[in-house]
């Protein structure tokens, strides 16, 4: 066992969740210290409000480059960002590259925690990471209000549990305690429950610098105005269908799970749009459709989606309607890989899954893996009931051994204490490996570190 903390470097948090995992370092200290990069203006200026060191130091170019083929490097940028036009900038990701190593070998780092990790950033700080040997942490969402996914292979459908349930490892059997905890999320949802918890305010202490708090408002400000409004001024949703009608909730165009993780349409909704209208009218009987549009997509793309509703005169689209509303009321649910479509596991609703997530499974969904078997799974999801039992076997699993019940909208002890806790869980075995290195100068005054908690 080594005498020091572990070196966990968390990396370029933005807008809303810099100030959680800043306050983190709190809960991990001492057998955890945290080290913060990032070139996010805001997180900096929170940073440095509350004293804490955050790099690079300095947001000048740096002048080495990295030591990397093309071909590496863009492998090292990632599949998302190459879809979204960062390879093209080879020259500025070859100095962030350089930039990143030095930090992970300077700050002596045995780990990384990340959101998502998709992005161009965070895909080269992985790259980076995986070339030391270093593990990885990667965060998300959690599925169930109020909770946050934190997996050492990735997120959704790259996370662990989707190998654990497609080996039939994610299960649990029937539990007084655990299925009294699940009828009550599932009560909650069923009454429209918000799927993230009521924020609480930003601590203080980031807020401590007129410099923090005028970044913070300013950017509080200009928010809304590229996310979260409607898709027109004043519109109004029409009636939902009095007959069964089958529901499709729209997905952020530019987001991992449908660059990554769509297989079969991409992105592009008017192709699902158009397919699901077809065979839906061609069933016996015909089903309407009703599409929902994201609360947070970008303008530009909401402008394409106004297009949607000229194109489709057939199909429903509605803005305002609770995505739990829609879910409960609709014959069955098609999603690619939303939380919709996890939500409609928990309401016990049929679904059909057109791309890749950890429920696309037979026992959870109608998988759709071609556009050929689009027809058969519609009908499938018509006809036949749940697998209530298998559902609810997975769901026992997700709730007591996966998603962690804390939130970065959440600034309550409670939230820091159970993501501080799955985070120690997943580097508890780096705790008899750590080489032994100095302990920086500035942290000579900590005591030796008891050994890592293992998770319960």
Not at 74 to 92: E, N, Y
Not at 288 to 299: A, G, Y
Not at 373 to 385: I, N, S
Request: glycine residues 4%.
């Amino acid at each position: 066992m080594t005498d020091r903390p572990l070196n966990l470097a968390i990396f370029d948090m933005g807008l809303l969740k810099a100030p959680f995992f800043l306050g983190l370092r709190e809960h991990l200290a001492p057998t955890i210290h945290c080290q913060y990069w990032s070139r996010r203006l805001l997180m900096r200026r929170y940073a440095q409000s509350a004293g804490i060191p955050v790099f690079p130091v300095s947001l000048a170019e740096p002048a080495q480059r990295a030591q990397l083929s093309d071909d590496e490097l863009r492998a090292a940028i990632g599949v998302k960002a190459q879809l979204r036009g960062a390879a093209g900038k080879l020259d500025q990701a070859r100095r962030r590259y350089a930039e990143i190593e030095a930090f992970l070998d300077q700050q002596a780092i045995d780990a990384l925690l990340v959101w998502n990790g998709s992005n161009r950033l965070l895909s080269l700080a992985i790259h980076a990471a995986r070339q030391r040997g270093l593990p990885v942490i990667h965060a998300e969402h959690g599925y169930f209000p109020g909770s946050m996914q934190l997996d050492r292979d990735g997120v959704n459908q790259d996370s662990s549990l989707t190998r654990l349930i497609r080996q039939g490892l994610a299960w649990r059997p029937p539990s007084t305690a655990l299925d009294a905890r699940l009828d009550a999320i599932i009560a909650a949802v069923r009454g429209a429950a918000p799927s993230r918890v009521v924020r609480t305010a930003i601590p203080p202490q980031y807020l401590r610098t007129r410099q923090a708090r005028s970044l913070n408002a300013l950017f509080y400000r200009l928010r809304p105005y590229g996310l979260g409004k409607p898709l027109l001024p004043g519109y109004q949703d029409p009636p939902l269908p009095a007959e069964p009608f089958v529901f499709y909730p729209l997905q952020v165009r530019k987001d991992s799970q449908l660059l990554l993780h769509s297989p079969i349409w991409g992105n592009d909704h008017a192709a699902v749009i158009a397919a699901l209208s077809t065979q839906l009218a061609q069933m016996q009987p015909p089903r309407r459709l009703v599409v929902k549009f994201h609360p947070q997509e970008d303008r530009l793309a909401q402008i394409r989606n106004d297009a949607l509703i000229r194109q489709f005169p057939e199909v429903t689209f509605v803005c305002n309607v609770p995505a739990t509303e829609l879910i409960q009321r609709a014959r069955f649910v098609v999603t690619i890989n939303s939380s919709v479509g996890f939500e409609a596991i928990l309401l016990d609703k049929p679904l059909v899954t057109l791309g890749n997530s950890f429920y696309a499974v037979p026992a959870l969904a109608e998988v759709v893996r071609d556009r050929s078997e689009l027809r058969a799974a519609l009908d499938a999801a018509d006809r036949l009931p749940v697998k209530t039992e298998a559902r609810r076997a997975v769901l026992r699993y997700c709730l007591a051994d996966f998603f962690t019940f804390g939130t970065y909208f959440d600034h309550r002890p409670d939230s820091y204490a159970a993501v501080a806790e799955r985070v120690r869980a997943l580097l508890n075995p780096l705790a008899t490996s750590l080489p032994v290195r100095p302990l920086p100068a500035r942290h000579a005054d900590w005591q030796p570190a008891a050994p890592l908690l293992s998770r319960a």
